[in-house]
Nanobody, 124 residues
């Protein structure tokens, strides 16, 4: 059974940085696109960033230039480095695995394995 476990969330002041990690166990990792999504209170879950099996990366416009995604296939881990954080980045951040191998999409409905989420809070 595939399990995704996020870590690295916390409370940080605006302008600060955090690094999220997501470890995948129980299933294939290297051939799947891995994504990060977030959900703020009262809002829908939204795409943040993803890294494909071939290391192609893509980002939401709101985080371009501030966030960086990477993966370590040897460790079955995907990372999200978040710099220059803003209060509007406050949300629960979720790691997810795409439902198909060799697929490159950003819609939450295309991801079928999810972690439990980690809270990121950015104060003013």
């Amino acid at each position: 059974q595939v399990q995704l476990v996020e870590s690295g969330g916390g409370l940080v002041q605006a302008g600060g940085s955090l690094r999220l990690s997501c470890v995948v166990s129980g299933g294939t990792f290297r051939t799947y696109t891995m994504g990060w999504f977030r959900q703020a209170p009262g809002k829908e879950r939204e795409f943040v960033s993803a890294v494909a099996w071939n290391d192609f990366t893509f980002y939401a416009e709101s985080v371009k230039g501030r966030f960086s995604i990477s993966r370590d296939n040897a460790e079955n881990t995907v990372y999200l480095q978040m710099n220059n954080l803003k209060p509007e980045d406050t949300a629960v951040y979720y790691c997810a695995r795409n439902s198909r191998t060799l697929s490159r999409t950003s819609s939450p409905t295309d991801y079928n394995k999810w972690g439990q989420g980690t809270q990121v809070t950015v104060s003013t």
